[in-house]
């Protein structure tokens, strides 16, 4: 087997033949195209270095595109019929794509006040390998990290806590909130920067502050008294 990564001239391994004759059973090994053996192999993915098979000059393994390889290797002693081996060569993944969101670096999101929920931030990663494509998200930065929380499975980012846009400083900025989101497969990370409006709800009540509720009036008046009704939405 080979990695993905492997660099050129990594052994993969060392070839080897029985021979049945006592003396002049010098072997030489050559890579051809098939198990025909009469066209020599011109690619770049693999070579021979005497009798050890290794990552050729410009390999182009990609795990996610090909997985293994047919490796056909002619053996011939010079005096008698030379004989060909095919070998499977796998090739191994490697933590080498690394994770994207798909909202890019930035977005924004705007939060009714009340509510917690923001949106989902997810990321794809491009490696095959449950080992090396599963995302793990955080809350990483941010004037407002403090405020938020992210299910590190899903990307689901939400307030901690729901937030009052009639305080006027739901964030550290008034009513716009800033938070950092970071995606990792372990190796490689990727970053996106969000920013959240908080807007106003209808969600205070009126209320009446004074006292008297029983007003009187004369007959042949018309005005009875006057009312203070307050609300504290902005």
Known sequence: SAAENAAAGTDIGTLSTTDGDASGNSHVY?????????????????ALDSAVLEVGSSPSFDYETTTQYTVYVKVADG???????AFTISITDVNDNTPSFTDGDSASASV?????????????????????NTIAYSVSGGADSSLFSVVST???????TAPDYDSGSACAAGNSCVVELTA?????????????????????TPSYSA????????????????????????
């Open 154 to 160: 899903t990307g689901a980012l939400s307030f901690s």
């Open 112 to 132: 009714e006040e009340g509510a917690t929920t923001v949106a989902t931030y997810a990321a794809t990663d491009g490696d095959s390998s449950t080992a090396y």
């Open 184 to 204: 990792s497969d372990t190796a490689d990370t990727d970053t996106i920067t969000v920013t959240i409006a908080v807007t106003d709800a209808n969600d205070q």
């Open 30 to 46: 050559t890579l051809v195209t098939d198990s025909g053996g009469a066209t020599a192999y011109s690619g770049t993915d693999f």
């Open 79 to 85: 005096s008698n019929t030379a004989y060909v081996e």
């Open 211 to 234: 006292t008297d509720t029983t007003p009187s009036v004369l007959e042949g008046t018309t005005a009875a008294d006057a009312f203070t009704i307050t609300d504290t939405d902005t």
